[in-house]
């Protein structure tokens, strides 16, 4: 287990989406008594893709310039890195690419949130899921898990089981286990994503069973609130140490791209 508590998925208001501001962020941290937080604001991307819902190219610099500034006013008081949440969307990858060769990131989550056009988490289209075959849905999913733990842009997968997201739980659990596999062989972590435990799912991402099967394949587990306000920094944290403890998992951290812990 790592010996230092660290927040590392959390995103300020330029994704359009959240609340507080960074400092707010970092000075929840600081009274949750961690140690260190990472921002992973969702990354800019095509102006076609998913604009509502994160920061446009524009934005950029402003977003490592307000990280920068709350990191130099918390020294020796908080470590504050600075990462983001990247998407991995066919097509899309040397558009990400560029983005991530910007700028000395410390982490780098891949998340997907798109099947196509589907923005499979977002409440508003939820009522998809029910002309969707569940088990080809997940097959889908996680060629595309896989597919991120192959392109090498990044070092952890995002909310690994997200589709669960509204209580629709994968029937077979086969897809998810070869997605584990590549991900091991390329030497990704998992994001241990609690907001899971705010959803309607009730549940982290990965499930149980899932964390279980990654500890088996040795990936590692880097701590996320995927908070969108500051009163979500840390949540649940003890409940995720206990379940990655159960399986004699590993927390990480990550600064400047490199595994720590």
Request: contains cysteine; hydrophobic residues 40%.
């Amino acid at each position: 287990m790592a010996s230092t508590l660290f927040d590392s998925h959390m995103h300020t208001p330029l994704c359009g989406h959240a609340t507080g501001t960074p400092r707010e962020y970092a000075q929840a941290a600081l009274e949750a008594g961690l140690d260190g937080i990472c921002f992973t604001d969702h990354m800019p991307m095509p102006a076609w893709y998913d604009a509502p819902w994160r920061m446009r190219q524009d934005q950029l610099a402003q977003y490592v310039d307000e990280v920068q500034a709350v990191q130099a006013e918390f020294a020796g008081r908080l470590d504050v890195r600075l990462g983001l949440e990247a998407d991995y969307h066919p097509g899309t990858e040397r558009f990400v690419e560029d983005v991530l060769g910007r700028h000395p990131w410390d982490y780098v989550i891949g998340s997907i949130h798109y099947l196509g056009a589907w923005g499979f988490d977002n409440p508003e289209f939820v009522a998809e899921y029910d002309a969707r075959d569940l088990g080809g849905l997940y097959r889908d999913y996680y060629a595309l898990v896989e597919g991120a733990a192959r392109s090498g842009l990044f070092d952890s997968v995002g909310h690994l089981d997200l589709p669960k997201k509204f209580g629709h739980r994968d029937p077979d659990g086969a897809a998810a286990l070869h997605a584990l596999d590549v991900i091991a062989t390329h030497g990704l972590s998992l994001d241990f994503n609690t907001a899971g435990w705010r959803k309607p799912v009730h549940e982290a991402y990965p499930a149980p069973d899932l964390t279980r099967h990654a500890a088996e394949r040795h990936i590692p587990f880097v701590l996320g609130s995927d908070a969108h306000k500051p009163g979500e920094v840390g949540f649940h944290f003890t409940e995720a140490i206990k379940q990655i403890h159960d399986v004699d998992g590993r927390v990480v951290t990550y600064q400047g791209r490199t595994r720590r812990g």
